[in-house]
């Protein structure tokens, strides 16, 4: 009969901080113009480390100059998690829509954001967030 260390079988959700995610300079695309700030830095993992899932909860809303927003999660350069922002109303918790595969991070590993979207005036506020990961250590 084997041996199971529970800890790796866990999954806590883990508020990850509230963000604000900034205001579009100008009309048209923000193709990640609004990256992470040194106000927004997500946490780095002690062990290794797979986030399953991703929740955010809106705190305030985007304003109606926002379209088409998403804010995008990245291990490195490849994109493990995406929540479309656009609809968000204050108090509404939105799901991600995870890619397991880019989702496992090496211990020290570190998870960035970065906001896509479309803004149809200067000045369009993206809102405000908590956000939360579904996190489980895996064995090295």
Do not use: H, W
């Not at 509230?18 to 695309?29: N, P, R, Y």
């Amino acid at each position: 009969m084997g041996y199971s260390d529970q800890k790796f079988y866990a999954r806590p959700l883990v508020a990850i901080g509230a963000f604000d995610l900034g205001t579009s300079t100008g009309a048209g695309t923000a193709s990640n113009s609004l990256t992470q700030t040194a106000a927004n830095v997500l946490p780095a993992f002690a062990r290794r480390t797979q986030i399953n899932n991703i929740q955010v909860e809106c705190i305030t809303a985007p304003n109606a100059s926002a379209t088409a927003v998403v804010l995008s999660f990245l291990n490195g350069t490849s994109t493990f998690g995406a929540v479309t922002l656009t609809t968000a109303t204050a108090g509404q918790v939105l799901s991600g829509v995870m890619t397991a595969a880019n989702a496992v991070f090496a211990a020290g590993g570190q998870p960035t954001e970065g906001l896509i979207g479309t803004f149809t005036a200067s000045g369009g506020t993206a809102g405000k967030y908590s956000i939360q990961f579904e996190q489980q250590e895996l064995n090295s």
